[in-house]
């Protein structure tokens, strides 16, 4: 039986799908342990694996990312980078490139005296890496450890060409396409950070693994073996790397629950207000952007009388609850997965797990990007049929009924085919295809 460790960083959005494909690869007669932030250990016990207490980063994010317990200097650069999002998408971005070393190399030798202790304790054969854990990466190239790399968010995450720069959208929305000067000033500090965070690695791997080959560009660096895409292969994207095996699994969500008696009674109440419902989220991290929320439900309530919303609000429900009422749940957090099997459009933020659990539901979205993947991942909407975009700061209360409108009369039948296409793959495959690859690589060696 082979042993498989699984490393995740301790955010939400992350942890929740590598622990989907944990129990997915357990399933499958593999001894899986889930390593991650103590608070995740729960996701390892859901999935049916072992946990390994392994902390990868300073930062964390357990389901609201306001709510998350963390230093002040963490917390005040959360408060930055919300602030930055009001601004607009290349100051967002920005912010982030800015962020990027504390976020992402905060303690790469902290991470690789833990990886190598728990290597020497749990002797797996291999491993499964967030590609945006980058010690995690350095660590196990310098290691010598057989890994292969799952991509959390757009593809485009893994780097090919010479000319992509982490940080930098492959492609953007028509809405949200921004000014040459300002492309220029975001590519300019993209260079700067793959420069540097290259040059970092470099060092790290000459003093601690002066025996092993030079890790090379810092953000190209990728399982050789084989790359797991959270995400459908649509023909446009970027062309990836070649020499690993690349699975495209569309998505990477686990079969939801049954919603419980109380939401059942929800939405009952809401279905006999208004006909139509929409669920309204806008991720772990930019659910205190409240402004973007209140503006999305007064449209809808003022611009459509047979709609009825649900609104996570994380942190910021107290400041929401008076759009609460016949129409409008407001609500801390939702059953998302479970809740899209009962809704007619989503309105998000272009997350990748929001985008592909839409498209495994054939549900069709109206998507507000900010930040991150986000920008890459709307272009992708809109260019498939799954979605229109919209840009968050610029939003009017009645372009919301408007653009649900679009959708509903132009982009269903779309959808629908896309929900059908991404069904084809999922967890289940996914593991599967990865076993037989790293098989492949175990009986070349």
Not at 3 to 28: C, D, E, K, T, Y
Request: with cysteine; net charge negative.
């Amino acid at each position: 039986m082979p042993r498989v460790v699984v490393v995740s960083p301790p955010f939400m959005s992350h942890a929740r799908p590598l622990s989907v494909l944990a129990g997915a690869l357990g399933l499958q007669g593999t001894d899986v342990h889930f390593a991650c932030a103590p608070a995740f250990e729960d996701l390892a016990r859901q999935a049916g694996v072992g946990f390994v207490p392994l902390s990868v980063t300073r930062n964390a994010n357990t389901g609201v990312a306001e709510a998350t317990q963390q230093d002040a200097q963490e917390a005040a650069r959360l408060r930055e980078f919300l602030d930055a999002t009001r601004e607009g998408a290349v100051s967002a971005l920005l912010a982030q490139a800015r962020h990027r070393r504390a976020d992402m190399l905060a303690d790469p030798d902290g991470v690789f005296d833990a990886l190598r202790s728990i290597d020497r304790e749990l002797r797996p054969d291999w491993y499964v890496v967030d590609q945006l854990s980058y010690p995690v990466t350095l660590a196990l190239h310098c290691l010598g450890l057989p890994y292969a790399s799952f991509c959390p968010g757009h593809p485009s995450y893994v780097l090919a060409d010479p000319d992509a720069l982490f940080g930098v959208p492959y492609d953007w929305p028509d809405v949200l396409r921004p000014a040459p000067g300002r492309l220029r000033e975001l590519r300019t500090a993209a260079r700067q950070n793959d420069e540097a965070f290259t040059a970092l690695f470099g060092a790290f791997a000459r003093r601690r693994a002066p025996s092993r080959p030079a890790p090379g560009r810092a953000f190209a660096l990728s399982s050789p073996h084989a790359v797991v895409y959270a995400y459908p292969p649509f023909p446009w994207l970027p062309k990836p790397p070649q020499g690993p095996v690349r699975l495209f699994s569309g998505h990477m969500a686990a079969d939801p629950d049954p919603l419980d008696a109380e939401w059942e009674a929800r939405l009952r109440r809401l279905r006999g207000n208004g006909g139509r419902l929409v669920l309204v989220a806008l991720g772990t991290f930019l659910s205190a952007r409240d402004d973007v929320l209140r503006t999305i439900v007064t449209g809808l309530l003022d611009g459509t009388r047979d709609v009825s919303v649900v609104v996570a609000a994380g942190e910021r429900t107290a400041a929401l609850a008076d759009l609460a009422g016949d129409r409008v749940e407001v609500a801390r957090s939702v059953p998302q997965r479970a809740l899209l099997d009962h809704v007619d459009a989503m309105v998000h933020h272009g997350g990748g797990n929001s985008f592909t659990e839409c498209l495994r539901a054939g549900v069709p979205a109206v998507v507000l990007p900010f930040s991150s993947d986000q920008f890459s991942v709307a272009r992708d909407a809109e260019r498939s049929g799954a979605g229109v975009v919209l840009d968050p700061n610029a939003l009017s209360p009645d372009e919301v009924p408007a653009a649900l409108e679009t959708v509903w009369a132009t982009l269903e039948p779309r959808v629908s085919a896309l929900a059908e296409s991404v069904g084809q793959h999922g967890p289940r495959w996914a593991a599967g295809e990865l076993l037989a690859a790293m098989g492949a690589r175990a009986s070349r060696t």
